[in-house]
Antibody, heavy 119, light 108 residues
Framework: EVQLVESGGNLVQPGGSLRLSCAASGFSFSTYDIDWIRQAPGKGPEWVSTISGRGTYTFYADSVKGRFTISRDSSKSTLYLQMNSLRAEDTAIYYC????????????WGQGTLVTVSS | EIVMTQSPATLSVSPGERATLSCRASQSVSSNLAWYQHKPGQAPRLLIYGASTRATDIPARFSGSGSGTEFALTISSLQSEDFALYYCQQYNEWPQITFGGGTKVEIK
């Protein structure tokens, strides 16, 4: 069974940093692109970032470009999201999800980790 | 950016009834559209991709239709476990992926 488990969410002050992790199991880690998607309270999901199966390519939403960095450690089957210069509008539940290149829908997703940016 | 608009925001339906959810794209996305079900505290679940193809293990009561800018998700006979939030997502221009704001299906 494919499983994705996020961790690392917390309360952080504006301007602060946080690193999220997503532990993957049940599938060949390098076969899939892996994504971060977030959902702010009362809003629809927002795609944040994607890293290709072997880590060759990364993509970012304009809203996080230059502040967030996605990476993966294949030896640990773990995805990371380093978030710097956090803003109040980054407050959201952050989900990791997978997709096959060319099949750009997300399946499955993890249960998410909550990031709150507030003073 | 392609804007996805879902309607209605809330749909009140009795168990056993039919529910139809709408999703409109601000420009054509061909058939590059997915639907998800989301219950609070759980992982979102893929229901439909390619506008009308059911994902693995999704019951036949869920069906998707449409192409271009107008799409629909129909639940033919609502079961208690179907009361949830539903989101559409377009993937026509990777990585410019966008989601709709969601429709909440609640018990009438």
């Amino acid at each position: 069974e494919v499983q994705l488990v996020e961790s690392g969410g917390n309360l952080v002050q504006p301007g602060g940093s946080l690193r999220l992790s997503c532990a993957a199991s049940g599938f060949s880690f390098s076969t899939y692109d892996i994504d971060w998607i977030r959902q702010a309270p009362g809003k629809g999901p927002e795609w944040v970032s994607t890293i290709s199966g072997r880590g060759t390519y990364t993509f970012y939403a304009d809203s996080v470009k230059g502040r967030f960095t996605i990476s993966r450690d294949s030896s640990k089957s773990t995805l990371y999201l380093q978030m710097n210069s956090l803003r109040a509008e980054d407050t959201a539940i952050y989900y990791c999800a997978t997709h096959r290149p060319g099949n750009d829908w997300f399946d499955p997703w993890g249960q998410g980790t909550l990031v709150t940016v507030s003073s | 950016e392609i804007v996805m608009t879902q309607s209605p925001a809330t749909l009140s339906v009795s168990p056993g009834e039919r529910a139809t959810l709408s999703c409109r794209a601000s420009q054509s996305v061909s058939s590059n559209l997915a639907w998800y079900q989301h219950k609070p505290g759980q992982a979102p679940r893929l229901l439909i991709y390619g506008a009308s193809t059911r994902a693995t293990d999704i019951p036949a009561r869920f069906s998707g239709s449409g192409s271009g800018t107008e799409f629909a998700l129909t639940i033919s006979s609502l079961q208690s476990e179907d009361f949830a939030l539903y989101y559409c997502q377009q993937y026509n221009e990777w990585p410019q992926i966008t989601f709709g704001g969601g429709t909440k299906v609640e018990i009438k």
